[in-house]
């Protein structure tokens, strides 16, 4: 039962009482509600409090990203009488050095880490010590949403741990690997168990996030009442797998699914990775997944449930329907995909007009020493078909040659002057180089100009909403029937360098029909991650102001600023198509190449730049994930923003982002 008043809602509790003789609950004749509800949790509590660890780690990183790690204690739980320890794994992502364990009654160890479950976000300890007190567990089907939740911790030198008091809110969260708990949760508390009221352990505490993955993914729902803890159930059915050593990482089939409402739509496969278990096993596009493990799947987030407790080497059996059929498959889960590679045509489509009807692809330019160059595709020709596939619009084109193999070739049917042509093309990996020479394709803005054309030229707006400003410049040649680009300006910490960046830009704006717009941050010290939806607001209300080529939108940063564009760009990967980083290293984890999301990067630093090698680093990084990036290096030249000749490269770079 649920009180009324909740014992002050979320109630940090200490057991101070509890672990003293109890006389003062066997004195009290009649107790009232809250009373018996507080005792309750402190004896539940007192259950389970031996089995409760405190960690400290030394040395290691001092952030991870833009998170910093910290060196405060954190809490662990005893799984095994012989020495194991389960916790979060952001207790680790600073590569600790040295890892102690203090028990309830005041004993330290040293420990190793064991391994690591990077699905559930768990590590596993261990420390040479027998006999430990290891904790009753709940049993997954006894959970109940509304059922009390202890979450405790133990951070600090008393010998008590710290309690919080929340409620179960939800069953089967983050794609049914966790609950969900209103519980305080924090830092303080990741690793430490979360009890019901009977003294059992019902899970692990740990942040987690459903949009996110990544080692600190869900830590900034601390103290939110969003909290996730993972059934203890479920990590001793992992644990003799963690116990050997080796890391638990998340079962991968390799397909992508058509794009939908993830709680209406079919499960239909959009596409099949190459050489991944589900193309070994005879997937196919268009198949619509029926059932996984006899669970039956009607709606795309019931496929992300039914592998979300799945693990690299598991096998599942999955059932599809293809045409009339049913066919079932056998598929070994891996824990990484080849890379996806970008295939390159090598052809510059022509950007349509507005109202201008779609009848194939225009070709404005070919790029050179490019397989359409070689195929013998010419500016002027407009592709129609690609092998025995009509071709209507770019998009559609662009998805066509994705779908396609470095190496491959393809048959491009092409009008030219009204004549058809069948031109065969080997597609190639996409280059790296910009060519030194290429033709904007800009058309005037109508003289006069319409009365409701808006503004141009340089000028400051404070967007409705916000308590954050921008500036922007448009060029005196905007014309509204065609899409211009988008440089979304990210300054660096301490200085804004406005009056530089729109002197530097103005003329390559002009030249290549671009629109550059300059947020500014809360505090000039630098940026905050949590202005990052004031910058997704902005670009959204200039899309609604011009006519943006949503190809061409690029976020660009110097120094530090780079930081905050990089996590702009990874968080809102369906908004931007590049970043432009000047003397940076990326130092955040990018997430994976995606063909329906593409991204491409373009680098540039002075070699004599302290920070070169990481940018030269940064370039391999990215390359090794098959990401399309340009190193540009600056000779002689330290930490310094680009000069004009790199500039220029950069305005050529932006106007072929929608190469295909």
């Not at 109508?446 to 909403?465: C, E, I, S, V, W």
Request: charged share 25%; proline share 7%.
């Amino acid at each position: 039962m649920i009180a009324a008043k909740r014992v002050s809602g979320r109630l940090i509790l200490g057991l101070a009482m509890v672990l003293a003789p109890s006389i003062a609950f066997g004195q009290q004749a009649e107790p009232d509600l809250e009373a018996r509800e507080e005792k309750a949790f402190k004896e539940a509590s007192a259950v389970v409090a031996p089995s409760v660890v405190r960690i400290q780690t030394v040395g290691g990183l001092d952030r991870v990203g833009r998170v910093l790690t910290g060196t405060a204690a954190t809490t662990g739980v005893v799984v095994s009488p012989d020495g194991f320890v389960i916790s979060s794994a952001f207790n680790f992502v600073s590569r600790p050095s040295s890892v102690l364990v203090t028990l309830f009654d005041g004993r330290r160890f040293p420990a190793k880490i064991v391994a690591n479950d990077r699905a559930r976000m768990l590590t596993l300890l261990k420390i040479e010590a027998d006999g430990l007190s290891v904790p009753k567990v709940a049993a997954r089907k006894d959970f109940r949403v509304g059922q009390w939740a202890i979450a405790m911790g133990r951070t600090y030198e008393s010998p008590l741990p710290s309690l919080s008091v929340g409620i179960i809110s939800a069953l089967d969260r983050i794609w049914g690997r966790a609950l969900q708990t209103d519980a305080k949760i924090s830092p303080a508390n990741y690793g430490g168990p979360l009890v019901d009221i009977r003294g059992q352990v019902i899970g692990v505490l740990v942040p987690l996030s459903q949009r996110q993955a990544g080692r600190t993914a869900g830590v900034e729902w601390y103290d939110s009442g969003i909290g996730f803890a993972i059934p203890m159930s479920d990590i001793l059915e992992t644990l003799p797998r963690l116990k050997t050593g080796t890391d638990l990482l998340p079962g991968l089939m390799g397909i992508t699914l058509k794009a939908g409402d993830v709680y209406a739509s079919a499960a239909i496969i959009d596409r099949v990775r190459f050489n991944s278990p589900a193309e070994k096993s005879g997937l196919k596009p268009g198949d619509i997944i029926a059932s996984v493990d006899g669970q039956p799947i009607r709606r795309l987030v019931q496929v992300r449930n039914a592998l979300g407790n799945k693990y690299a080497g598991d096998t599942i059996t999955v059932v599809v329907r293809r045409d009339k059929a049913s066919v079932e498959q056998k598929i070994e889960l891996t824990g990484k995909l080849e890379p996806y590679t970008p295939t390159f045509l090598g052809i510059l489509p022509s950007r349509k007009k507005q109202g201008e009807p779609v009848n194939g692809v225009a070709v404005r330019g070919i790029l050179p020493e490019s397989p359409a160059s070689i195929a013998m595709i010419r500016p002027g020709d407009r592709v129609v078909q690609l092998d025995k596939t009509p071709v209507t619009d770019a998009a559609g084109l662009f998805d066509l040659i994705s779908r396609r193999r470095v190496g491959e070739k393809v048959t491009v049917h092409v009008d030219r002057g009204g004549a058809r042509q069948s031109l065969v093309a080997k597609l190639a990996v996409v280059p790296s180089e910009v060519p030194a020479v290429l033709e904007s394709e800009i058309i005037t803005a109508p003289d006069p100009k319409p009365a409701d054309l808006p503004k141009t030229g340089r000028f400051n707006q404070k967007l409705a909403g916000h308590d954050q400003d921008f500036w922007a410049y448009v060029p005196e040649n905007y014309n509204p029937a065609r899409g211009f680009g988008l440089v979304v300006w990210i300054h660096p910490g301490s200085d804004t360098k406005e009056a530089d960046i729109h002197d530097l830009w103005k003329p390559v704006c002009d030249e290549r029909g671009l629109i550059l717009v300059g947020p500014r941050a809360k505090e000039i010290a630098g940026w905050n991650l949590n202005e990052a939806g004031f910058i997704e607001a902005m670009v959204k209300h200039i899309q609604e102001k011009y006519n943006i080529d949503d190809q061409r939108i690029v976020l660009h940063g110097f120094s530090d600023g780079c930081r905050f564009a990089y996590h702009l760009a990874f968080k809102y990967r369906s908004l931007f198509r590049g970043v432009v980083a000047s003397s940076e290293p990326l130092k955040l984890r990018p997430p994976e190449n995606r063909p329906d999301l593409r991204l491409q990067f373009f680098l540039s630093c002075g070699d004599k730049d302290n920070l070169y090698r990481q940018v030269q680093q940064t370039r391999s990084r990215l390359d090794a994930m098959k990401f399309p990036v340009t190193l540009s290096s600056v000779p002689d030249d330290g930490h310094n923003y680009p000069p004009i000749p790199v500039l220029d490269a950069i305005g050529r770079w932006i106007e072929m982002l929608d190469r295909i």
